[in-house]
């Protein structure tokens, strides 16, 4: 289970920067 969820931590990390970027 710890493995998913640190996936999961992973992907949003990506994904903010993803959003952030454009925004900064």
């Given at each position: 289970?710890?493995?998913?969820?640190?996936?999961l931590n992973e992907a949003?990390?990506?994904?903010?920067?993803?959003?952030?970027?454009?925004?900064?």
């Amino acid at each position: 289970m710890n493995s998913v969820i640190d996936r999961l931590n992973e992907a949003f990390s990506d994904f903010c920067c993803l959003i952030n970027v454009p925004f900064s």
